[in-house]
């Protein structure tokens, strides 16, 4: 039902530049955790693009079983973003993250584990509305781990608007960061 709810919402299920984003910076041999992954259709459009090492978390168990039923992951977890992630340490080439950092939805702690989870020079990819960003903390954290040396702002993209029907207008932008290597 989630999805056929977003589709009524937003009028259909639009591939997000976000993919684009990942094909630039991201080899298609890459294993990438697709965190928050919902119902899959992050990990569907990256499967479209050839992408075959995809492991997708989230926190509903629902969401993970329509998941599942896209065959599009090698491995599906139940885990919560803002907590510890079942992970080794330098897993992931990288991870992606659409529609998952919003409001009353994971927190911006989220991105130390993340980080943790992520190879050195991998990329953490994400969607944040602009006007979440500026107010919430999500602004502050990232630019306290930019100031750590955690990781790297490497492109910000366009802001762009959510297709959305009988909703007011939302805007949405993509944020590519690289691990550092040290």
């Known amino acids: 039902e989630y999805e056929e ?3 009524e919402i937003f009028g259909r299920l639009n591939r997000e530049p976000i993919v684009d984003l990942t094909l630039r910076y991201v ?5 990438i955790l697709d965190a928050g992954a919902g119902t899959g259709t992050m990990g569907q459009w990256l499967h479209e693009e050839g992408y075959q090492n995809l492991v997708g978390i989230d926190l509903s168990e629902g969401m993970l079983a329509e998941a599942k039923k896209k065959n599009v992951y090698t491995k599906l977890c139940q885990m919560v973003l803002g907590e510890s992630l079942g992970f080794a340490t330098a897993t992931f080439d990288a991870v992606t993250l659409c529609g998952v950092f919003t409001y009353g939805h994971a927190p911006s702690s989220s991105f130390d584990e993340l980080i943790r989870v ?3 020079e991998g990329y953490i990819i994400f969607t944040l509305r602009p006007d979440f960003y500026k107010s919430s903390d999500f602004q502050d954290k990232m630019a306290a781990l930019e100031a750590q040396g955690k990781w790297q702002l ?3 993209g366009d802001r762009y608007q959510a297709e959305s029907k009988g909703q007011p207008d939302m805007y949405l932008q993509t944020w ?3 691990v550092s290597s040290a």
Do not use: G, M
């Open 154 to 156: 490497t492109e910000l």
């Open 27 to 31: 080899s298609k041999n890459a294993l």
């Open 5 to 7: 709810d977003l589709i």
């Open 118 to 120: 992520t190879k050195p």
């Open 176 to 178: 590519v960061y690289q």
